[in-house]
């Protein structure tokens, strides 16, 4: 079956920087196009980045500069790089593989915490 495997998430500090990884199996990797969202409490879910299967990539604006999505097809994982992390940041980080334009399959999610 369909896998889509998150890690990576904590607890960091303002300014701090994590690195999300999404390990995928079931499923042809690099021919989907993949994406991070996430939620934060009492909000809805959104797009933070995407990233098609020819490497063009896609960022909200709220972490254009901050944040770098990025893939390798031979492991079939997905990254996120995120710097200069604020609080405005935490949430749940879901990893979505898409093979059309709305998400196919979903992660369950990695807490990200941004805090003193």
């Known amino acids: 079956q369909v896998q889509l495997v998150e890690s990576g998430g904590g607890l960091v500090q303002p300014g701090g920087s994590l690195r999300l990884s999404c390990a995928a199996s079931?499923?042809?990797?690099?021919?989907?196009?993949m994406g991070w969202y996430r939620q934060a409490p009492e909000k809805q879910r959104e797009l933070v980045a995407f990233?098609?299967?020819?490497?063009?990539?896609n960022y909200a604006d709220s972490v254009k500069g901050r944040f770098t999505i990025s893939r390798d097809n031979s492991k079939n994982t997905l990254y996120l790089q995120m710097n200069s992390l604020n609080p405005e940041d935490t949430a749940v980080y879901y990893c979505?593989?898409?093979?059309?334009?709305?998400?196919?399959?979903w992660g369950q999610g990695t807490q990200v915490t941004v805090s003193s």
């Open positions: 079931g499923i042809t990797f690099k021919i989907y196009r």
């Open positions: 979505a593989a898409s093979a059309a334009v709305r998400p196919t399959y």
């Open positions: 990233i098609t299967k020819d490497n063009i990539q």
